[in-house]
């Protein structure tokens, strides 16, 4: 299986013991967002853990940790958010010079090929204009470009959870303000020789040489883990995903980022239910709860090698 750690909280940034804590032990207790009463049991050992996809916008707090997560036979590697964005969009990130600092410093430790950079959301109004952000993806380009090989962007989606907490931040962005955007952006992104894909757009920007992207990568973790992946399209994200199967960790509502388009997160207040002894990400088991171990395999196919 290939676990993602996660799209709904930032682990590494917040919980990066508790991840370390649950591969130690070779299981998680994961509740159902839907109907939080019935929890899944998630084996996580490296025999099944196929790769690990951490999201975050800050992997400061477990960039110490990695050497022992490869110790213990787990393959991973990092979507990293690094937006222009300043503190009256995303509040409680870290300075953007430690940011740039902590992926130069991440992609010199572990290789350019498992940090992905993210480019997300693109957010345009009155200030944040097309030729705003086609300045800020350049200076950025020319900070880390160096330092991966893909960037990953996408334009804001007026999520109803992001719409009534910053409506100046999801404000519907035209066909020509898209075209506009990949343009500039992909002939930025060839200087630095990175790849540039869009995640989830509907929008077809081949004429610029941006391709749909699979976030959960199956090429990707082919590479890294040398093994043909058996693996299904993740039909649990949004029609444009081109994502495979993975399985979810994380839980909505714990990060502390506090970013005004988030969608997953309103306040963070299920973070003050965080126990790193737990084996739940917030609270711990009750009574009326149902526990169910779910099936996990691995994906690689062992009877070819990948050449």
């Given at each position: 299986m290939i676990l993602s750690a996660s799209r709904r909280t930032d682990l590494p940034a917040f919980y990066s013991d508790w991840v370390l804590r649950r591969l130690k032990e070779g299981y998680a207790l994961v509740r159902n967002p839907v109907n939080p009463r019935q929890v899944s049991r998630v084996e996580l050992s490296p025999k099944t853990v196929d790769c690990i996809v951490f999201w975050t916008k800050n992997p400061a707090p477990i960039m110490d940790k990695l050497d022992t997560i490869s110790k213990l036979g787990y393959e991973y590697y990092f979507q990293f958010t690094l937006n222009p964005y300043g503190r009256n969009i995303e509040p409680y990130l870290p300075e953007k010079r430690f940011l740039i600092k902590t992926f130069l410093q991440l992609s010199r430790a572990i290789g350019r090929n498992r940090v992905v950079w993210r480019y997300d959301p693109v957010i345009l109004n009155s200030k944040l204009t097309c030729r705003r952000h086609l300045q800020a993806f350049h200076r950025l380009c020319d900070l880390v470009g160096g330092a991966t090989e893909e960037c990953i962007f996408s334009f804001v989606d007026r999520y109803r959870k992001s719409d009534c907490r910053?409506?100046?931040l999801t404000q519907e962005i035209?066909?020509?303000q898209m075209e506009t955007i990949a343009s500039g952006f992909a002939d930025t992104a060839r200087q630095y020789g990175i790849k540039l894909k869009t995640c989830s757009e509907s929008i077809d920007l081949s004429a610029y040489g941006i391709e749909h992207a699979c976030c959960i990568d199956k090429k990707r973790i082919e590479r890294l883990t040398g093994w043909p992946i058996r693996a299904e399209k993740d039909r649990n994200q949004r029609p444009g995903c081109g994502c495979i199967q993975s399985i979810d960790i994380g839980a909505y509502d714990t990060c502390r980022h506090g970013c005004r388009y988030c969608y997953a997160c309103r306040e963070g207040r299920a973070a003050a239910h965080h126990d790193p002894l737990s084996p739940l990400l917030t609270g711990h088991?009750?009574?009326?709860?149902r526990v169910t171990?779910?099936?996990t395999n691995s994906l690689k196919m062992n009877q070819?090698?990948?050449?």
């Open positions: 910053a409506p100046d035209h066909p020509d088991l009750r009574e009326s709860d171990v779910r099936k070819l090698t990948l050449l």
